[in-house]
């Protein structure tokens, strides 16, 4: 996107640039980077970053209508439920892959939703490391209009804590120093002060939670839940008691969103963003273009379980179909010029929820496989997980 602006940076980039990212962000948090970072971030001008917006709001309109919240309500699991469920999720993914039209256009193509936080700490350490590394201009920002760094600091400050102390506030997961995400974990608690603690080690007390930090019993006011349900089925581990019970303690990102704002609302979203999609076992009959569709789990995560290549004989082997959808596969765009070819871009818009959705920041990830997950993409360059800089018009750098 803008070639004046990759072909300047693939110019001038070095693998000592990219040895200095990676030094850098293993030296503020040393062992914690376990996911791939790519070597270069994705210039986008304002025409496109437009695109970009105007399909968020789209499908933000249509997952805000009360009669499409009415039709999430058989998305939550009977044994996850949780009491307390607010109007509306806290943080919101809209997952883009950037596809071409039948004009030879790059548009966003819906491709996942998320009513579930993500890396939004390390996504800003991210963009102002690539800035400083690689010597870009502060003009070329991270943020959506309506926030720099300041504001978007604040607000997620605000989100994270209410009104409590940051010792009162955790961040759950399960064995949260064994995540791959964990550098975001400890990006959050470097800004703020909320500590990572596992789910398991939560102790409960007439209706009070509590952990312990430095041989100290600490109350618990606030949870900012980032526990993927699929892993503490796969693992067979027993949700907590205190999952059922009236609780003295508010949720931030609820889990039940985890389930509503995902893979399970896609077939009720009808917009030209998004490819058909329908639940498998809906289907009275197969797609006569079934080569055309992708298979997923509903509720996998980071791309597991997801099946480019479906055949008629796969489908009937599945024994829990509703637990399934296919998706429309999408011509993604060979956007991104490398060194040594071209990679594949998804987008995602990352919002923060506090009196209405509001685009933030951003991740994206480039792929030179079938899809965008490290087992497509092993032993490749330019590929992984990164950020885009928005570039105003005067933002183009001497390109001396």
Known sequence: MIPEIREWFNKRF??????????????????????????TPLFIDNAFQQKLLSAGEEIVKIITAPEFLQRMDGAVPREY??????????????????????????VPRLIELQGFPTLYCFQHLLGQTFRTVYGLPETFTHFFPDFEEETYVTALRRILLGSHPPEQVVLMDLFPHRQKTRIDFYCTEKLFGV?????????HRNGQLFYRRNNKTIPIRRIYSRLIFDEVRERGIPIPAFWK????VEWIGHPNWYFKLSKYALPFINSECCPRTY?????????D????????????FAGSGVEVDVT???LRSIKDPEHFILQEKVRYA?????????????????????????????????????????????????????????????????RR
């Open 334 to 398: 060979p956007v991104l010029k490398t060194t040594d070819g071209f990679a594949k871009v998804e987008f995602r818009l990352m919002y923060l929820w506090d009196e209405k959705p509001q685009p933030a920041i951003n991740l994206v990830r480039f792929s030179k496989g079938k899809m965008m997950g490290v087992d497509y993409n092993r032993y490749k360059e330019w590929v992984g997980s990164s950020i885009a800089l928005f570039v105003p018009p005067e933002g183009v750098p001497d």
């Open 279 to 287: 639940f498998l076992h809906q289907l009275p009959q197969l797609p």
């Open 289 to 300: 273009d079934l080569e055309a569709f992708v298979l997923k789990p509903l509720f996998s």
């Open 245 to 248: 019970e009236p609780l003295q």
């Open 312 to 314: 008629p004989e796969r």
């Open 14 to 39: 070095t693998p000592r640039h990219y040895e200095r990212l990676l030094a850098e962000l293993h030296r503020l948090f040393p062992g914690a980077l376990d996911f791939r970072v790519a070597e």
């Open 195 to 203: 500590s990572p603690v596992c789910f398991t080690e939560i102790q």
């Open 81 to 106: 439920y949780l009491p307390g469920e607010p109007e509306h999720p806290a943080f919101l993914q809209i997952d883009f892959a950037l596809a071409l039209d039948d004009q030879g256009e790059v």
